[in-house]
């Protein structure tokens, strides 16, 4: 992915994450996703999957980390799959300082300037990976089921939720075809079909 449009999204993530600050025992955190499938079958299949990613050279790296973070990533995200969540990942992203400073931004009339690399590139990394395995790791466990549907749901309150975002609650997807797309595309809300635009906050459970 471009950095240019890396950073969009990640510039856009901003304002979400901050309209999801809670208080808890005089400290401010992030909340993250509310997974309601995540279990252990579903964390073995996400593993299975990681693993797939990186034996074949396609584990995304974002344009953001630097050379040492690009080779910290792989084991933050395995240990993050096997027993954390998208609030520990990210968490373990930043105390690990994984990120480059400033990156190289286009210039609309061609060149390049020095731009910082969004504050919350830790946030919508974590977010976006984990739950992109998780749903993997869903698709993966129906289709060895042979029956059931993936319920698309609001894992992540929002004030200010996108129309085209509210739309997709509530509809239930076949895994196969999820499947592929989440292997092919970086970000949920592609493979999900949403706008390009920040993080939505919605993920997916198996239907009842």
Sequence with gaps: MPPEREAALLAGTAGVHARHRWQARGSIGVMGLQLDSLDEKTRAL???????????ENLYLSKF????????????????????DTDS???ALQRAGVFLSTYEKRKPKGGYTTARVPHT?????????????????????????????IE???ARASENPRPESEAMIGQRLDPPPLLAD???????DTALHLPPGPNSGLSGRIAA
Excluded: K, W
């Design 121 to 149: 590139a830790h946030e919508t990394l974590a977010e976006g990976e984990f739950n992109r395995f998780y749903l993997r790791g869903l698709c993966r466990r129906l289709i060895a089921a042979g029956a059931g549907t």
């Design 182 to 188: 989440l292997r092919d595309n970086t970000f949920v």
């Design 89 to 91: 990942f990210g968490n």
């Design 46 to 56: 996400m593993i299975e999957e990681l693993d797939l990613d990186v034996e074949g």
């Design 152 to 154: 698309v749901y609001r």
């Design 65 to 84: 980390l630097s050379p040492a973070g690009r080779e910290q990533y792989p084991q933050l995200l395995r240990e993050a799959v096997e027993h954390g």
